[in-house]
């Protein structure tokens, strides 16, 4: 927008707003409520569609304008229902024309009580109704998905819904059919809308058309409480709010980060909290007592069994994170295992590089580049999903988006903007070099975890010396199920004299671990998160977990090894934050987080890329699906978006073998194959084929894909 | 089937923009299906390169889309405002009764349809009936029984 | 009455002008030659100067609205001609025949038109219903193609429809040649400086497009001395109802509109005797019988409230229910209602309902005051015309035949029942109730 003011009057009010401003917008500015439903800047250009802005607006035709599709012109003179009868008259008749097919369904209707439709018809409409016709009606609700119910007669047909899915999320897939008073907002066959962001048209929708099917008649807007946190599903953060209702999470709202999720919410950070009351979660420290078995012991007990533990393996221990541990979380272990014991390794989820400081910008620059490079050929959306929603907004805003390397289309660009997502990364290091020598404007890395930036810069601020692995290992310390998970971590596990493990699940960790400990979920606890961009956030504690928050145990522990550490995240972060965040302290870790400014250009050794494959084959890049892991597991309603058995082809490779889009294929590879659907993608370089890991089974890096 | 591909592909590259091949590509799935069913959508989108659901929001805004089984024939009878004034009624009237169905159904051996339409743009040479989308015109309820005769030998 | 000079038809009746040669024959392809060695802002002057103003419906300037196309400089995309051939105003069917007995002037109109507005890519959306003029237009494109000397560097692409009144509307009909659900845009944008995939677009109507070469024939200023002013020219009106020769008549602007009832039309048949009249297409103000003594002109009939609108004259006779004329036209604008704005809408199915109580004999006085609170309140309010215009024609049913409306309450029915030929004629949107598995719309 520039900087260019333009003056008008609204109301009799002299308004000055920057050239470029909607009239909606404007309105705002000075304090003047113009109702809409249609109207939302983020799906695009305005539609006019639903008639709830019409104002009167000199010069202009005699009839009243739809305000949200104007933008202010000097010397315009707006009169809203403030000061026109015909404005008020003209919304008074939307409202009344949106009512009289509209359900009395106010008592039943979750949305009621945060009803964009209730409130205006309060402000703006009629009293009562002069319809005394049948109502069109249509079966209800009827679910779209397992997460999402919709009414038809409840739908105001604004099209806001319809607009996310073709011009946001781009997945083609909830459209209105039929024409006229007979339109209606379907899917293709009644299929289910599965698509990673679906559940933002639950939010977008101003009537209760579109409802969460996890949220139905759980609550009523005055007796559930918001509290403000940040998502720790993925390296994103997306702000939100989570719904609590007599102690218990009911739903997770988008709190409307501009820079870093401008309001969406994929539907895992959404969908994904009901895994904290699951049959299985552990209350109880479990102290391995035969060979198999385990008994619920006290924490007393365990921490004496910990104890004891530790002090037997004191020079020989390796600690395992998970990336979702909170910073203060991660420096209290570090704290205890590093300085108080010597811990002589640890198994980092990953390593973000320091070089990536130099291109720090927010998430939303990618949205205003000319030119965005995204390499690393794993699926951005599985990986950190809002970060797709902000690559699709660039290109259609005119950028350039390329899954290839082509340096002058970078060199020449005036804002471009590198991301890399999939392995051989080497922490943002190879993305922070392109970008210095190319010339680019920022700079991302898609860790693989929540908060494996912060874990990394926590552990490392607890100490300075460089430890040398132990072999054999005598306490493998495996903090978070994430960790527990991990293949590699395992493969320890199995050599190592004794295992501690902090889980949520009973059985993550059962075969292998001696004491198993109650880990808590983000949702549960107070602290902080480092997002890719590098910008740290504030989690706040939701819900009470069933079991002692981590910072409590750890530092119970702590003092037995003469180790001074709070239980409180305040002082905790305050000591990271000296070495790491430049001092910030923790209050001033903001509701909106602010990034963090640059720092300076390091240099960091590239490490060659593999050669790919000569053979003709396709080289495979396997990817853990967003849809997948402990948590979505135990979420009935999350299953239908498990990674179907597909495998991802560019098209040219499809084209060359004969595969269309949808077809059955056998891929194989030196003595095993697998029989998986064809998807062509377009975000994919030819010569890369993806498969999600669930569905790879033994397949080796290089596979021929043929029609089965 | 690859001829239909082939031929939509054609369509696509008259346009500037692929998308405008919408409207020919499905009138041809449409020809080809006898109707707009769940397949000819998933065969359309497939050839245009967009979801089938896209296909179906567009077809289901078009009066001479089908997404539901039509006859072999369609027998269609302007009742608007000039050919209402000719008689159009009584012309409807006619061909329920000739072709044993109301108008809006199928004849049982789903042969034939029959429905109203809005103004065919004949208004001069009223009533206009479109048997096949071509239009007979100055049809008057005496024209039925030849008019059903002819269709049902055809 | 004397037949109007022909100027669309020019040579119509003598020739059969479908053919390539035969156009030729009479001077066909000769102005676009001119035009060629003319610039284009020439032509454009030509075309102001003869005061043509848009035959679709919106009246609007037609040398004007080219020149609103930008410069190159102001703007590098390309320019598209659009012309909407997807006539479906209830009334209307000139297009229908010009397209069938003049398709080579049309494009040889459409070909000066490209270069008045420095486009090489015409589309000509033809409603899909309209199978004849189709073919006709698909042959004299094959030999068009023939000709590349006619054709130059122009491509012509005859796009069809597929069934949708509000395709008509220019946005909705650039939405729909994008491919997508038929509804219309808010403007601005206009469609001059961002239409057809963003880019400039003129969309014209087909017998505006029709009567450009004849203009380049005349001289601007010679077609401008024909008709009367603001309406010059001659222009191609549809008559149809109760008339003894229903048909399109091309008549010089500002002739009476008895006249072209009585003389042209032969007057109403069977002895009955006129009611009211259509002026301009059913989304027009209808008039009286007392009132047709007006000038088929824009000014004279914008004195009475109405307009010649896409130039269809419908004669209604005594026999007719106004209320079960409301019915049928409100069912019409129901069911062609696109369904994007909430007044057009819900209005729409709502006035029906309100007309089919009045009809029926259990409305009470206040549903009368309710249907023209509704009419009001739809009027002004609505994203396009078609709401607006179905609203402003209902209201003036009422307004012109109080007493029957008022009749229809009092007497607890309708007066004229099954004698009126508009009684109970089945309607699209009324369809399902009637079958069951009717589809519904499609």
Not at chain 3, 232 to 246: E, F, W
Request: one cysteine or more; a negative charge.
């Amino acid at each position: 927008m520039s900087t260019e003011l333009v003056t008008l009057t609204i109301d009799g009010n002299t308004v000055q707003v920057p050239k470029g401003t909607g009239l909606v917008e404007a309105a705002l500015a000075a304090g003047i409520e113009i109702p809409v439903f249609c109207y939302e800047p983020r799906l695009g250009p305005p539609v006019g569609a639903c008639r709830m802005c019409l104002c009167e607006i000199t010069p202009g035709p005699p009839k009243p304008q739809a305000a949200c599709t104007l933008t202010v012109q000097d010397g315009m003179t707006v009169r809203t229902a403030l000061t026109s009868p015909l404005a008020r008259e003209a919304q008074n008749a939307t409202l009344e024309f949106i009512l009289v097919n509209h359900p009395l369904d106010c008592p039943v209707c979750d949305k009621g009580g945060e009803c964009p439709l209730q409130d205006l018809t309060f402000r703006y409409g009629p009293g009562n109704t002069r319809m005394t016709f049948p109502k069109r009606t249509f079966d209800k609700p009827i679910p779209i998905s397992p997460l999402i119910a919709l009414d038809r007669e409840r739908c105001i047909l604004c099209y806001r819904c319809t607009r996310f899915s073709e011009s946001v999320a781009e997945d083609g897939q909830l459209i209105a059919r039929n024409r006229g008073s007979l339109s209606q907002i379907a899917t293709f066959e009644d299929e289910p809308y599965r698509a990673h962001f679906t559940g933002n048209v639950i939010e977008l929708c101003p009537v209760g058309a579109l409802t969460s099917t996890q949220y139905r008649f759980e609550g009523r807007p005055w007796e559930i409480q918001n509290v403000p946190t940040v998502c720790g599903m993925c390296p994103v953060g997306c702000n939100v709010n989570a719904t609590t209702r007599e102690g218990k999470v009911k739903r997770i709202i988008s709190r409307n980060h501009h820079d870093v999720d401008r309001g969406w919410l994929c539907d895992k950070g959404r969908f994904a909290f009901s895994h904290l009351r699951a049959g299985d979660r552990l209350t109880d420290p479990l102290l391995r007592v035969r060979r198999r078995g385990f008994e619920e012991v006290s924490w007393d007990r365990a921490l004496d069994e910990a104890e004891r533990l530790l002090r037997e393996a004191e020079g020989r221990i390796v600690t395992c994170l998970s990336g979702s541990e909170t910073v203060e979380q991660a420096h209290a272990l570090a704290k205890l295992l590093r300085g108080g014991l010597g811990s002589h390794g640890a198994v980092l989820p990953e390593e973000v590089s320091d070089a990536l400081d130099a291109f720090r910008v927010p998430l939303s620059a990618i949205a205003e580049a000319d030119v965005v490079t995204v390499l690393g050929d794993a699926p951005v959306v599985e990986r950190a999903p809002i970060v797709e929603l902000w690559i699709k907004e660039a290109r259609r805003r005119g950028a350039r988006v390329l899954y290839e390397l082509d340096e002058d289309a970078v060199r020449s660009a005036e804002r471009a903007i590198l991301v890399w997502s999939g392995p051989l990364g080497q922490g943002g290091a190879r993305v922070a070099a392109l970008a210095r020598t190319l010339g680019a404007r920022g700079a991302f890395y898609l860790p693989e975890t929540a908060n494996g930036r912060g874990v990394c810069d926590a552990w490392a601020a607890a100490a300075d010396d460089e430890p040398t692995p132990p072999d054999p290992v005598g306490l493998l310390f495996v903090s978070g199920d994430e960790a527990a998970a991990n293949p590699a971590v395992r493969a320890l596990a199995e050599g190592a004299e004794r295992v501690i493990a902090v889980s949520m699940f009973q059985g993550l960790a059962a075969g292998w671990a001696d004491l198993i400990l109650p880990g808590t979920s983000y949702l549960e606890r107070d602290g902080t998160y480092v997002n890719l961009e590098g910008r740290i956030q504030r989690l706040r504690r939701v819900v009470i977990p069933p079991a002692p928050d981590e910072l409590a145990w750890i530092a119970k522990l702590a003092e037995r090894f003469g180790v001074a550490l709070s239980p409180y995240p305040s002082a905790v972060f305050d000591e990271v934050s000296a070495t790491a965040f430049g001092g910030l302290p923790f209050g001033e870790v903001g509701e909106f987080a602010p990034l963090p400014h640059a720092g300076g250009v390091e240099t960091t050794e590239i490490e060659p890329l593999p050669e790919t494959a000569t053979d003709g084959g396709l080289r495979l890049v396997r990817y853990r699906a967003l849809f997948s892991g402990p948590a979505v597991e135990r979420v009935p309603e999350l299953q239908f978006q498990r990674a179907l058995p597909e495998i991802q082809l560019a098209e040219s490779d499809a084209h060359a073998r004969g595969i269309r889009n949808g077809a059955q294929v056998s891929v194989r590879s030196s003595g095993t194959s697998v029989s998986l659907r064809a998807r062509l993608a377009r975000d994919l370089r030819p010569g890369v084929a993806r498969i999600a890991e669930e569905h790879a089974g033994d397949l080796q890096p290089s596979v021929e894909v043929a029609p089965a | 089937m690859n001829a239909y591909y082939d031929e939509v592909q054609e369509l696509k590259a008259q346009y500037p923009d692929w998308r405008s091949a919408a409207l020919p590509a499905l009138r041809l799935a449409q020809e080809r299906h006898g109707y707009l069913s769940a397949d000819a959508l998933r065969e359309c989108a497939d050839a245009l390169g967009t979801t089938p659901a896209f296909c179906e929001a567009v077809a289901s805004f078009y009066d001479m889309f089908h997404l539901r089984p039509v006859g072999r024939r369609l027998v269609e009878v302007c009742t608007n405002v000039s050919c209402a004034l000719a008689g159009a009624q009584q012309v409807l009237e006619a061909l329920e009764h000739e072709l044993g169905v109301a108008a809006g159904g199928t004849t049982d051996d789903g042969e034939i349809t029959l429905r109203t339409v809005e103004c065919l743009g004949g208004c001069g040479w009223a009533t206009i009936v479109a048997l096949d989308h071509t239009y007979r015109t100055h049809v008057g309820p005496d024209d039925v029984p030849a008019i059903v005769e002819e269709i049902r030998g055809g | 009455m004397a037949e109007a000079r022909q100027i669309v038809f020019a040579d119509a009746a003598e020739r059969d002008l479908t053919k390539l040669a035969e156009y030729e024959a009479v001077g066909g392809y000769a102005m676009l030659e001119k035009a060629r060695a003319m610039t284009p802002q020439a032509v454009i002057e030509e075309v102001v100067a003869s005061e043509l103003r848009g035959r679709g419906g919106a009246f609007f300037p037609t040398g004007r609205k080219w020149s609103f196309v930008p410069k190159p400089e102001q703007n590098p995309n390309p320019h598209y001609l659009l012309v909407n051939a997807d006539e479906s105003e209830p009334g209307s069917f000139k297009d229908n025949e010009i397209m069938a007995r003049v398709p080579h002037r049309l494009i040889e109109g459409c070909l000066i038109t490209a270069h008045a507005v420095e486009s090489t890519h015409v589309f000509i959306y033809i409603r899909g219903e309209y199978t004849g003029p189709y073919r006709v237009l698909v042959a004299a494109l094959e030999e068009l193609h023939e000709r590349p000397d006619l054709r130059g560097d122009v491509t012509i692409v005859l796009h069809r429809g597929a069934g949708a009144y509000i395709c008509g509307e220019e946005t909705a009909l650039l939405e729909s040649l994008e491919g997508k659900r038929g509804q219309p845009r808010t403007k601005p944008p206009f469609p001059a400086i961002a239409g057809l995939y963003a880019s400039p677009t003129v969309v014209n109507n087909v017998e505006t497009i029709a009567t450009v070469p004849q203009v380049l024939a005349m001289g601007g200023a010679e077609y401008a001395k024909l008709g009367v002013p603001d309406s010059r020219g001659t222009r191609v009106v549809s008559i149809s109802g109760h008339v003894a020769r229903p048909g399109n008549y091309e008549i010089e602007n500002g002739v009476s509109l008895r006249s072209l009832i009585d003389d042209l039309g032969g007057g109403v048949p069977d002895g009955h005797a006129l009611k009211a009249v259509i002026p301009g297409g059913s989304s027009t103000v209808i008039l009286r019988a007392d009132e047709i003594d007006v000038g088929y002109d824009f000014n004279s009939l914008l004195k009475l409230n109405t307009a010649m609108g896409s130039a269809g004259v419908v004669a209604i006779d005594e026999r007719c229910c106004m209320v079960q004329l409301g019915i049928r036209v409100s069912e019409f604008y129901e069911h062609e209602s696109c369904g994007k704005c909430t007044p057009c809408r819900e209005g729409t199915r709502w006035t029906t309902a309100i007309l089919r109580r009045l009809e029926g004999g259990t409305a009470t006085q206040g549903d009368l005051d309710l249907l023209l609170d509704v009419c009001d309140r739809i009027n002004g309010k609505c994203l396009c015309p078609l709401g607006e215009t179905a609203a402003i024609a209902i209201a003036s049913y009422v307004d012109k035949f109080p007493g029957e409306f008022q009749a229809h309450i009092d007497e607890g029915g309708c007066p004229f029942g099954d004698s009126s030929p508009l009684h109970d004629v089945l309607a699209p949107v009324a369809q399902h109730a009637h079958h069951p598995s009717a589809t519904v719309p499609a």
